[in-house]
């Protein structure tokens, strides 16, 4: 293909001299102004000589290539699309299964928005009022806890995060039963407060809801410890909590009773 689009230019480049000796003995300008388009691309450089037949309609790129980069295109696009459905269809049967199991499922929901800002975790789900939801009932994923309901209206409502900082949730560590206070840091993280120093708490121990605040279940998951500092703060343990649900990918969520 490129050789036959060497010769198509050298023919090419034959004809303009033949037409630019034509017209010097006739006198004439235009068409010479014309033909020396091609020959001042030339003067800029071998690049311009390597994209010479972008500019030459019957040198550019053949139908058969042009069909095949638009069939490549549209293949690429259908995967993508097929990845999407695929993982969503994942999550809807992950969250089918949970409406099975939980005795207090109360709806699932679409995140449709999220808080502008920085200064709070808050995420707008499409479902209120009309579909059984009310103040402080629980948001949840099947990966784990995600907060709980802030504001109601008929059909949207918000949730405040567990990593804002005005959440707070009563929780106990599984193995050791060790109980605290997790509250938000307003970035992707968690404290676990109040835990004395006096008792052994290791790195990697999984976060459950005690369910003695009154609002969260006994149970949930949270997360796990990631890190733990006994000597940071002056009477409690200084303890990480990273949350097993990454709340900054959270697309549906299932609403649970207190």
Known sequence: MLKKKFILFALFILLVFALLTYQSVKGERPLLDFTLYPLKLLEQGGSAFLNIFDYIPFLG??????????RLNKCEEERIRYKEAALENERLRNILQMKSERADYVAAAEVFARDPTNWFHILWINKGFGSGIARDMVAV?????????????NERANVILITDVNSSVAVRLESSRIEGILEGSGDSKCYLKYVSKDFEVEAGESVITSGLDGIFPEGLLIGTVSSVDREGGEAFQVI???PAQNLNTVEEVVILKR
């Open 61 to 70: 790129k053949s139908s058969e290539e042009k069909n095949f980069t638009d």
């Open 141 to 153: 994923t099947p990966l784990g806890l995600a907060g709980r309901i802030h504001r109601v209206f």
């Open 240 to 242: 990480e909590v990273k």
